[in-house]
């Protein structure tokens, strides 16, 4: 059984920088896919990077230059440093695990249809 349990979630300004932490147990953290998700009130989840257990990365466009997903497998932790943060950026954040990564342009995707493991989410909100 895998369990994931997000951190780091707060409220920031435009512009700021916040960086979420994700603890995985119950499971080989060194081997799996990790992503991250996020969903804004009155919208659908969304992909926003994923990562292989060889640390390739894909991202979502509206992140690209400003998130970086990182993976520490010593301590079975996944990261997601957020820079120059916008008032878009504010959602509840997910951190999801899955045992293969699926990619697109030698990308690995960050699509819920291929994580079958979640935590419980940490919020994140950005204020002008």
């Known amino acids: 059984q895998v369990q994931l349990l997000e951190s780091g979630g707060g409220s920031v300004q435009a512009g700021g920088s916040l960086k979420l932490s994700c603890v995985s147990s119950?499971?080989?953290?060194?081997?799996?896919?990790m992503a991250w998700f996020r969903q804004a009130p009155g919208k659908e989840r969304e992909g926003v990077a994923a990562?292989?257990?060889?640390?390739?990365?894909g991202y979502t466009n509206s992140v690209k230059g400003r998130f970086i997903i990182s993976r520490d497998n010593a301590k079975n932790t996944l990261y997601l440093q957020m820079n120059n943060l916008e008032l878009d950026d504010t959602a509840m954040y997910y951190c999801?695990?899955?045992?293969?990564?699926?990619?697109?342009?030698?990308?690995?995707?960050?699509?819920?249809?291929?994580?079958?493991?979640w935590g419980h989410g940490t919020q994140v909100t950005v204020s002008s």
């Open positions: 119950g499971a080989a953290h060194s081997t799996y896919c």
């Open positions: 990562i292989s257990r060889d640390g390739r990365a």
């Open positions: 999801a695990s899955a045992q293969v990564c699926h990619y697109r342009n030698d990308a690995p995707r960050a699509s819920e249809t291929y994580f079958p493991y």
